[in-house]
């Protein structure tokens, strides 16, 4: 078989079963792999009432035809579980090289059901699979552990993915590793891992991906990466990673200073990727087969952290922890809390993003120290975050508390409604680095419709508003009009979400990374369907491509209508529609005044996607049009006990 | 005859991205994997260490010596030694005289495959071609080493001026 | 071909976002079929500069200025 294993793996940790399910032909072309084949098992699988913590829910790891193949970047893995955090779909990414490994092991996909009666690991040595003892390394941070894991095996070059301490602990936003330090980081996919006592799945693979017209496929990866070498947003990456954004989010002003109360700082240069670049930058990284290379290995080599390194960090890393929580001062108090959110295992964005709504309660008296155990939570302080981020980990002290997420988190303090304005949450999840005032009308727009939860720039990733404009002519190509590039404007964007989400949904299913396609548009969706076919020897056309991509996201977005989480819904944090950006000290800062104008771009949107405009769930036409008829099914009953229960409760924060 | 290009490796820059080891495999056997490549990387994941192993284009190369059919011997017009798969006999011998690791036994035939500079493609090497950040790069050693020359001299030159300002 | 008056043009031009407008007007006068309209969606822009052309509605120098100018010079392309 060309691109495809053909076979996923099944393991139950209940009963220790290990069954290899072939996967159709038809199954493949509806779904093509990676996010596909993961939401089509959650959707069918994982009830609407089930707990995320429920030994019978899911986790699934998927790769696709493409994953271990010479496309640029082909080692990335989709992790997909009802998420702790918001109650709904989730999912996560994560870069590295297990994705490449667990396909050459032979496999296309793995989900993991059940609860093992104590901690184990799995061992994917190509065919034989096997359950281990993990009970030793329980507890330990993914960068001990990788090594101890590697010696028993015997083998230091095979790659594992692992949780770490806050997965274990089920943090409801603990995240999944792979490589020790390459993060699938959000909706909490690491706490549901952890709820299965499953520490890590360890992989050698000693096959091949089959190419099925292997001169084409060199040809077209052979003129991809001539074009890489010339990008200029693959050169800004390589050089200063993704914190290369840092000084264009400040000037641009949506650079998350004070929990989003302002969108630039003066001194931001200090976490940019060309300070890390000069102090405390070790190596470049890059994942399998990547032309770009953006990843970073860091050493802070002075200070109280001197001599500590990790993987990392990422733009959407670092700033959680540090400028969200008005930290910018020593960037080694940064680089050190990122640090930490890779020993535990924590998602950066919604750990910086419960302190710092914490930190936004403490600043306008809705909590004080008598609720966080003596800590002074004003925005700045680095030893009180530092405290905080291993609390949240041990699942101690205050952290406990944070440790359910910012929402759940407010409830538990029983603080009054108003502080869930500052949790800056959309369905329960917080939002990433990037303030919709600046970056942008379109992100904004995909933050109040995203399918694992809202504010999540990785459903559209809709970077012909922030890069488009170093690719003169492609926002005219693609959407007819070339003022779209601009962050601050309404132009083009309801169509611009709509595609770029479908794009993005099969590059997903592909499992490329996204950076090739959006960022850097070196890779256009007709190159992505040449070598797609390269590989598989089919025949898919542009169409189909993109719509397997909008199969998928329907599918999320039903998940979400069935657990009642439609319309209403769809909106970003208050803030970004209230408040006008104000100034903070930077003179070159653009969007002073911008509120986002999400009620201008929304219905159009929702006729973009065929979804009915007041429940928000996709038309019964829509999903046969897709092959959803099992979906439009699923849905007709609920879709006026929805309206019924959105006028009768209060908009509900997570589910 | 004018000096011939080798293959240089930088380890100091090596990305681990891996992009040299599944062009290698695409190009030489139409299949993705790192098991049908000529040049591997090994890493060090939690200190972020990355290390490119290849054919070093040895001129009294080990290979070639200890080989007992002369199936791996030395194209002197390629620089490099080269495995005739006809006369191979999967002894291993050259894969354990290697002092790199630089050659393997092939899954499908277990006979002995090494680099063989890609010969007849015209960019040259996939592996440097596609090397994200020059680790390995294609050239004579004469160039690789003036580089390296006055990479060290500017190291020792900084080195004197924070000693001097300290 | 002018598909349209100028003051529906002009309308279509000033809205923010136009290509489900455009497409639904396109359809409904008949210029293009619902698997074109399809198409497009999933496509983006340039696939209906393509059909339109294909369809004779403008021709390649018409073309050529939509995929310089996008919507606001196909709009007056095919407007009259």
């Known amino acids: 078989m060309y691109g495809w294993a053909g076979q996923r793996l099944r393991v139950d940790l209940t009963t220790g079963e290990i069954t290899k399910e072939p996967l159709s032909y038809e199954y493949r072309r509806k779904w093509i792999g990676g996010r596909g084949f993961n939401s089509e098992v959650m959707y069918n699988e994982v009830p609407a009432n089930m707990d995320p913590f429920d030994p019978r829910a899911r986790v699934c790891f998927g790769t696709g035809p493409m994953s271990g193949t010479a496309a640029p970047s082909t080692g990335r893995v989709t992790v997909t579980c009802k998420s702790p955090l918001t109650g709904g779909f989730g999912d996560s990414n994560m870069g590295g090289h297990w994705g490449a490994e667990v396909k050459y092991a032979g496999y296309d996909q793995i989900i993991i059901q059940g609860r093992a009666k104590h901690p184990v690991y799995l061992w994917i040595d190509d065919d034989k699979v096997e359950i281990r003892d993990a009970r030793h390394l329980w507890g330990k941070f993914p960068r001990d552990a990788d090594p101890m894991i590697k010696q028993e095996l015997g083998d230091e070059d095979i790659h594992i993915m692992m949780i770490g301490p806050a997965g274990e602990n089920m943090v409801r936003f603990a995240c999944a590793f792979n490589d020790v330090w390459r993060a699938a980081g959000r909706t909490g996919t690491g706490a549901v891992i952890g709820s299965k006592n499953l520490k890590a799945i360890a992989t050698r693979g000693s096959g091949t991906v089959k190419i099925a017209d292997p001169k084409k496929m060199m040809d077209v990866c052979n003129r991809l990466r001539q074009a890489f070498k010339t990008d200029p947003m693959k050169i800004g990456l390589n050089m200063f990673g993704s914190l290369c954004l840092i000084n264009v989010a400040n000037r641009d002003g949506w650079f998350p200073w004070n929990n989003f109360q302002f969108g630039s700082h003066p001194l931001a240069n200090n976490v940019s990727g060309e300070s890390h670049a000069e102090t405390v930058l070790k190596h470049r990284e890059g994942c399998f087969a990547c032309p770009i290379a953006c990843g970073r290995f860091t050493e802070i080599r002075d200070g109280k952290y001197a001599g500590e390194t990790f993987g990392g960090p990422e733009y959407e890393h670092a700033v959680p922890t540090g400028p969200r929580c008005g930290i910018v001062e020593d960037p080694n108090d940064v680089w050190h809390n990122c640090r930490l959110t890779n020993d535990y295992g924590l998602d950066a964005i919604e750990c910086g993003g419960a302190i710092s709504s914490a930190m936004e309660w403490f600043q306008r008296g809705l909590i004080t120290t008598k609720d966080t155990g003596g800590l002074e939570l004003t925005f700045g302080n680095a030893d009180a975050t530092e405290k905080l981020i291993h609390q949240i980990g041990q699942r101690k002290g205050f952290g406990a508390i944070l440790a359910e997420g910012a929402d759940r988190a407010a409830d538990k303090l029983g603080l009054p409604k108003e502080a869930h304005y500052y949790t800056i949450t959309t369905r329960g999840m917080t939002l990433p680095g990037d303030d919709p005032r600046g970056l942008g009308f379109g992100y904004g727009l995909s933050f109040a419709v995203g399918t694992r939860g809202g504010c999540d720039h990785l459903r559209s990733l809709c970077c012909l508003e922030l890069s488009g404009a170093l690719y003169p002519g492609l926002n005219t190509k693609l959407l007819g009009d070339e003022s779209a590039n601009k962050p601050v404007t309404t132009n083009g964007k309801s169509y611009m979400v709509y595609y770029e989400e479908n794009q993005k949904a099969t590059t997903d299913c592909l499992n490329v990374c996204c950076f090739t396609t959006h960022w850097s548009y070196a890779v256009l969706t007709p190159d992505q369907v040449e070598y797609l076919n390269a590989v598989t020897g089919l025949d898919f056309t542009e169409e189909e491509f993109q719509e397997v991509g909008e199969r998928v996201v329907n599918l999320e977005r039903a998940y979400w209508n069935k657990h009642m989480s439609g319309a209403r819904e769809d909106t970003v944090p208050e803030r970004f529609l209230k408040e006008p950006m104000p100034e903070n000290g930077v003179d070159y800062q653009t969007n002073i005044g911008a509120t986002l104008p999400l009620n201008e771009m929304l219905p159009q949107y929702y006729k973009y996607r065929d979804w009915d405009s007041k429940t928000g769930f996709p038309t019964e036409r829509k999903l046969k049009q897709l092959g959803l008829e099992n979906v439009a099914k699923d849905l007709a009953p609920l879709r006026s006990k929805y309206l019924s229960e959105a006028e009768k409760k209060n908009v509900k924060y997570y589910v | ?166 | ?80």
């Not at chain 2, 200190?47 to 030395?74: F, I, K, N, R």
């Not at chain 2, 080269?82 to 999967?90: Q, R």
């Open chain 3, 1 to 80: 071909m002018a598909i349209m008056n100028k003051t529906q043009a002009k309308k279509l031009i000033e809205q923010p976002d136009k290509m489900l407008d455009v497409l639904n007007y396109l359809v409904e006068k008949k210029v293009i079929s619902a698997d074109d309209h399809r198409a497009t969606l999933l496509k983006g822009f340039s696939k209906l500069v393509a059909v339109l052309q294909e369809k004779k509605v403008i021709n390649a120098k018409g073309a050529k200025a939509a995929m310089q100018g996008g919507f606001a010079s196909l709009l007056e392309t095919i407007s009259a």
């Open chain 2, 1 to 166: 005859m004018s000096e011939q290009k080798k293959l240089i490796y930088n380890n100091e820059i090596c990305t681990g991205c891996r992009s040299c080891v599944v062009g290698c495999s695409l190009y030489h056997d139409g299949e993705c994997g790192k098991v049908v490549s000529r040049v591997a990387i090994v890493r060090n994941e939690q200190h972020g260490e990355s290390y490119v192993v290849g054919c070093d284009g040895c001129t009294d190369a080990p290979c070639a010596a200890v080989c007992p059919t002369g199936a791996c011997a030395m194209d002197p017009v390629a620089g490099i030694t080269k495995v005739d798969a006809n006369k191979c006999i999967g002894c291993k011998e050259c894969a354990n005289a290697c002092p790199f690791g630089a050659i393997n036994m092939h899954y499908k035939t277990g006979k002995a495959f090494k680099c063989d500079l890609c010969e007849g493609r015209d960019e040259g090497p996939v592996c440097a071609d596609w090397c994200v950040s020059g680790a390995i790069s294609y050239e004579t050693p004469t160039i690789a080493m003036k580089g390296k020359r006055r990479e060290k001299l500017n190291e020792r030159l900084k080195a004197a001026k924070v000693g001097e300002e300290g």
